[in-house]
C-alpha cells in the first residue's frame, strides 16, 4: 500500500515537473496541449500530418509540442534543414532508433557500431552488388507475373485490389531476389502483411489487448519462417543472407538477437516498393493523359532500339526515361511521408537560413517532415494536392530541379529517401525495380479499373510517419494478359 502511494506521488511529481516546463528566451513557440504528459499524443497519431499543417498554421516553420512527454521541436523549413542533418555532436539518431527497434521488432543492437551497419548495407545495395540485384529481381518480377496467371483462360478478366496486387508481387520479387528461397515466400508476404498492419500502432504502443497478441504472434511467426534453419534446411544460407549473418556475429550480437534482426531487414527492405508501386500506377490509371504519356515513352523506347540490342526491359537502363522519371518522383512526392528524429543530447544553438536563431535544450526532440514542406508546400509546388505528372519536367524534356522558397533555390524540393546519413540505402535499386514492375505491367497486361469513375482511395492517415503511405481500402481493377506481349 504504501509501495502504491509513493509511486502515485512520484508520478503525480513528475505530471508536474512535465506539465510546468515554459517557454525561455530564444526557444521556438512551446504549445503543450492540454492533457498533462500526453499533451497533443492523441492527435499527432492520428493524423501527423493534419496536426502539424495545424500546428504550422499556428507558429510557423519552428514550434516545440508535447507529446506524450516527450518535447518535440518541428523545424518544417528546407532551407534549413542542413542545420539539423549535419549535426552530428549535439544530435543523435541512435537512441530514438534503438527505442523503436525494441518495441517494434523486439530487437536489441547496443553492440552495432551505425558506421559498420551502414558500410555493411552500401556493400549489399550498391556499387557491384546493385546490378545483380537488379536483375534478379527484374527476373523474379517476371516470372511471378507469369506464374500467376498460369492456369487461367487468357481472354478472361481477372478482378483484384491493385495495392494486394503492387504488394504482393514486389514483396515476393524482393524476398526471392535478397533470401533466394522460393518454398515458403507466399506464407511470409501474407504474415508479414498482418505485421505491417500492425507496426503502426506497435511503435506508438497504442495496441488493444486482442491485437496485441496478434502482434506477439505474427513477429514470432516471421522470427520462424525467416530463420536460417527454416529458410534453408541446412543447406547453403543466400549470399546476402551469409554476409548479414557473419556481419552480426563479427558484431558480437547473440544468437536470439541475429533471427530477430532478420525481420528488421525484410521490413526496411520490402516496406517501401510495394505501397510506392501502388500509387504509381493508381495516378497512372486514374489519370488519363498521364498513362498516354508514358506508354507513348515506352513505345518510343522500342522505336529507338532499331538494332535490337537490348531486350526491352533493359531498354529501361539504356535510355533516358524522363517521364517515367518525373511520374515516380510526382508519386513518391505526394505519397511518401519519413519522419527524421534527433535526440538533442547537448543545449544547441539552431541557426535557421532566414538568421534566426533558436535554443534547443538537451534532453529534447528534433523532427523534420519533408512532407509538410516541401512536399506539399504551396509556396514550392503550385496546387500540392494534385498530382501532374510533368510537375518535373523542363519543356526540354531534361529534369526539373529548380524549386524556390522565399526566392531562394531550394536544396531540398522533395525527399522521398530521407536526407543524411541514413538516406535509403536502396535508393537506386528501388527506383529501378518500381520502374521494372510498371513497365512489366503495362507492357505485359490490360489493366483497366473495374469502375471507369473510381478515385484513388484515401491515405491511411495513421502511417504518416512510417515511410511510404498506405491507402485506406483498395482501388479495385481488371487485367488479363495481352495478347500480344514484347519478348522480354
Ligand atoms: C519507394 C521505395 C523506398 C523508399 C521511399 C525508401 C525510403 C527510405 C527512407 C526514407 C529511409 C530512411 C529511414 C529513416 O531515416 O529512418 C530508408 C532507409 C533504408 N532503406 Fe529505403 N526506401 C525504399 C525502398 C528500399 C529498398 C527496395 C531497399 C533495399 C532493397 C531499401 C533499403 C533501405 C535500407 C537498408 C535503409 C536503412 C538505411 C540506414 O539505416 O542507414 N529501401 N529508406
Given at each position: 500500500m504504501l509501495w502504491t502511494v509513493f509511486l502515485l506521488l512520484n508520478g503525480l511529481l513528475i505530471l508536474l515537473l512535465f506539465s510546468t516546463r515554459k517557454r525561455k528566451k530564444n526557444e521556438p513557440p512551446l504549445d503543450k496541449g492540454f492533457l498533462p504528459w500526453l499533451g497533443h499524443a492523441v492527435e499527432f497519431g492520428k493524423d501527423a500530418a493534419r496536426f502539424l499543417a495545424r500546428m504550422k498554421d499556428k507558429h510557423g516553420d519552428i514550434f516545440t509540442v508535447r507529446v506524450a512527454g516527450y518535447y518535440v521541436t518541428v523545424l518544417l523549413d528546407p532551407h534549413s534543414f542542413d542545420a539539423v542533418l549535419n549535426d552530428t555532436v549535439s544530435l543523435d539518431f541512435t537512441r530514438n532508433r534503438n527505442q523503436l527497434l525494441k518495441r517494434v521488432f523486439s530487437l536489441q543492437l547496443p553492440s552495432i557500431k551505425p558506421r559498420a551497419e551502414r558500410e555493411w548495407m552500401e556493400q549489399h545495395f550498391q556499387g557491384l552488388s546493385f546490378s545483380k540485384l537488379s536483375s534478379s529481381m527484374n527476373n523474379h518480377l517476371q516470372s511471378l507475373l507469369l506464374s500467376d496467371q498460369k492456369g487461367c483462360d487468357p481472354s478472361e478478366w481477372r478482378q483484384s485490389g491493385l495495392f494486394s496486387l503492387c504488394y504482393s508481387l514486389l514483396f515476393r520479387a524482393g524476398y526471392l531476389t535478397l533470401y533466394e528461397r522460393q518454398d515458403n515466400v507466399s506464407a511470409v508476404y501474407k504474415e508479414f502483411r498482418k505485421f505491417d498492419d500492425l507496426l503502426t500502432k506497435l511503435a506508438r504502443c497504442s495496441l488493444k489487448r486482442g491485437e496485441s497478441k496478434a502482434a506477439n504472434l505474427s513477429r514470432e511467426h516471421l522470427w520462424e519462417l525467416l530463420s536460417p534453419e527454416k529458410l534453408c534446411g541446412g543447406s547453403e544460407l543466400s549470399s546476402w543472407q551469409q554476409s548479414y549473418h557473419d556481419f552480426l556475429q563479427e558484431e558480437g550480437v547473440d544468437v536470439e538477437m541475429q533471427k530477430r534482426a532478420l525481420l528488421l531487414q525484410l521490413w526496411t527492405t520490402q516496406c517501401n516498393a510495394g505501397p510506392a508501386g501502388f500509387w504509381f500506377l493508381g495516378f497512372l490509371i486514374t489519370h488519363p493523359e498521364a498513362m498516354e504519356a508514358v506508354q507513348s515513352e515506352i513505345r518510343g523506347l522500342t522505336l529507338q532500339d532499331t538494332s535490337h540490342q537490348h531486350s526491352p526491359i533493359n531498354l529501361l537502363e539504356a535510355?533516358?526515361?524522363?517521364?517515367?522519371?518525373?511520374?515516380?518522383?510526382?508519386?513518391?512526392?505526394?505519397?511518401?511521408?519519413?519522419?527524421?528524429?534527433?535526440?538533442?543530447?547537448q543545449d544547441k544553438i539552431l541557426h535557421m537560413a532566414n538568421e534566426q536563431v533558436y535554443h534547443l535544450r538537451q534532453g529534447d526532440r528534433v523532427c523534420l517532415f519533408p512532407f509538410l514542406s516541401p512536399q506539399m508546400d504551396p509556396e514550392i509546388h503550385q496546387e500540392p494536392e494534385i498530382f501532374k505528372y510533368d510537375r518535373f519536367l523542363n519543356e526540354d524534356m531534361t529534369v526539373k530541379d529548380e524549386f524556390y522558397k522565399d526566392k531562394k533555390r531550394l536544396k531540398y524540393y522533395t525527399m522521398p529517401w530521407g536526407a543524411g546519413r541514413n538516406i535509403c540505402v536502396g535508393k537506386e535499386f528501388a527506383v529501378q525495380a518500381i520502374k521494372q514492375f510498371v513497365f512489366l505491367l503495362l507492357t505485359h497486361l490490360d489493366l483497366e479499373l473495374c469502375d471507369?469513375?473510381?478515385?484513388?482511395?484515401?491515405?491511411?492517415?495513421?502511417r504518416y510517419g512510417f515511410g511510404m503511405l498506405q491507402p485506406e481500402g483498395d482501388l479495385l481493377v481488371r487485367y488479363k494478359l495481352k495478347r500480344k506481349q514484347l519478348k522480354i
Open positions: 535510355h533516358n526515361t524522363p517521364v517515367f522519371d518525373s511520374v515516380l518522383t510526382e508519386t513518391l512526392r505526394l505519397t511518401a511521408a519519413v519522419m527524421i528524429n534527433r535526440e538533442v543530447v471507369p469513375e473510381a478515385k484513388l482511395p484515401t491515405v491511411n492517415p495513421s
